[in-house]
Each structure stands twice: as structure tokens, then as C-alpha cells.
């Protein structure tokens, strides 16, 4: 069974996407078969790694995509994964073993416009179509909207795991109090569709530093949040094991050349070979995650 992992946090701007889609590729390079879920409407993680021209002929076409598995007699979720997803301009796949289940703009119909069968509720659909592929990968990791509204229940139902990117600021703290107080609520409305077998409930394992400007002290910050872990950790909210990773990421104008070019930072020319690079970053992110198993 491969390691589901979510990434959310409750407050926006963070750079989740930016990690999300290197940390996968960090793993991919290791060896690993990702299958990166992407849950945000705004596509960002699609749109990144397909590039635009391939990802506006989907938004287009409106087939395809994750909106697609909940809508009867469309896709499901084997249908819709691009397999190796990052190409050079030529066509050649050149990352293989990273996966992706895209989102379209059409995505948002989930939140308002989505009737499904009270019975079989979005994120159950998510979880038994997912059953189907997940012995194909190591890692299933799911890119989600700062909010647990409809998209997000999807990563949170179907995960094991869950890490929360943060800027070393006030309102990461307390967009990471937010998240624990709706992740129990949501947790207890979703009780009754849990069956056995399934993995228990996806609690916080860890926070991620991320997007971190030179010259910013991230010491105070940084002990602020260890507060709240170990308070949360008491009251069993939060995983026993829970933590603050070690493995930090700076904040590098390379990160965003990466999307314009359509590739993780550690495929953009010169940042990949750099002996002290925000690419050797992500590397040490994803060993540390990768560490970081499940006892059950």
C-alpha cells in the first residue's frame, strides 16, 4: 500500500504547490512511482507540469480531468492519470515515475453545483476508484485548496498522512490551529463511511518550513509553532509523532523560472548542478519524508 499524503495548510501563500511538486519529483528521481493528486481549482500543480498548451486543450475539452470521476458514465480515476507527466518541449518524457491526476478551472463545480448520491459522497468516490491504481505507486500525494471544503475531504478522507507547509509567520500559525479544529470536525461527519481496512483517520505528522527569505530569523517563528505542536500533540490531536522537519526550503527566484519552463527546479539547467541550492533542498525534504513512515 503506498503512503497517501496530504499537504494543506489553512492559510494561503505558503508555496504548497511549489513544494508539493518538487518534493514529488525528489522522490520520482530516488525511484519512486508518485502519483501527484491535484485537488486545487486554480491548477496550478496541472497547469505546472503539463504546461499550458497541453493543460488549455483539457480545460477545454473538459474530459479528462478530476471533475471528471464524479460525473456518471465519465472517467474514473485510471482514466484520467498522465503517466510520466514532465516532458521536454520536444515530447520526450524525461521524469519518469511521476504521475498526475489533473484539474481543470471546472474543478470548482464540486463546491456548489455537485448533486452526488448521499450515499456515495465525493470523497468516498475518491477513495474506491483510487483502490484500483494505488499498488502502481510508492507515494500518492494530494495538492489541496487552503480550506476543507469539498475538494480538499478528498485528499483528507482518502490519506494517511498529513504535512503542513508554513511560512515562518503569525498567520501560519494560525492557519495550522485552524486546519486541526476543522480536521476533527470533518473527521467526525465522515465516521460513518469508513469501513475496515482502512487506515485510520489522517492526522498532522508534520509541519514544513517553506519559501524562506535570506537574512529572516526563523528561530521565534519557529518555537511559536513547536508550542502549538506539543499542545496538540497532548490532546491527541495531532499525531504522537508529529514534527517540525529538520529540512527547510529557502526562497529562490529559480522556483519560478521552474513553472515558466514546465519543470521541477531539479531539471532547470545550472540550479540542479548548484553544491548549495534551494534543489538540494528539496532533496534532503523528500529523504526526510521518506524516513518519516508510518509505524502502525
Known sequence: MPRKICFLNYKGGVGKTSLI????????HKGKRVLLFDFDTQSNASIWLMRLDRWNKLNINGNGSVYSIFEPGQDTIKDIIVR???QSKT?????????????????VDLENEYKGDPQMPHYKVVHDQLVEVE???????????PNILNASQCGVFTSSEIYVPSNPDALSLIGFTLLVEKLLLFHKRSASFRTSGMAPPAS???????????NVDIEVPKMR???????FRNQRRVSQDAKIFES???????????VTLGL?????????????????????LAAEIDRHAISW
Not at 91 to 107: A, H, V
Not at 135 to 145: I, L, N
Not at 204 to 214: H, P
Request: charged letters at 25%; proline letters at 4%; aromatic letters at 6%.
Open 225 to 231: 509553532m513547536q508550542l502549538r505542536m506539543n499542545q
Open 135 to 145: 499498488e502502481d505507486y510508492d507515494y500518492v500525494v494530494f495538492d489541496c485548496p
Open 21 to 28: 511538486v518538487n518534493t514529488a519529483a525528489c522522490l520520482a
Open 84 to 86: 510520466d507527466v514532465v
Open 91 to 107: 515530447g520526450e518524457k524525461i521524469l519518469p515515475g511521476l504521475d498526475i491526476c489533473p484539474t481543470t478551472f471546472n474543478l
Open 248 to 258: 527547510m526550503i529557502r526562497d529562490a527566484t529559480v522556483v519560478r523560472r521552474a
Open 264 to 284: 521541477p527546479v531539479s531539471l532547470v539547467g545550472q540550479a540542479a548542478q548548484e553544491e548549495d541550492s534551494v534543489v538540494k533542498d528539496y532533496a534532503r
Open 204 to 214: 498532522v505528522r508534520g509541519i514544513i518550513f517553506n519559501s524562506i527569505k535570506a
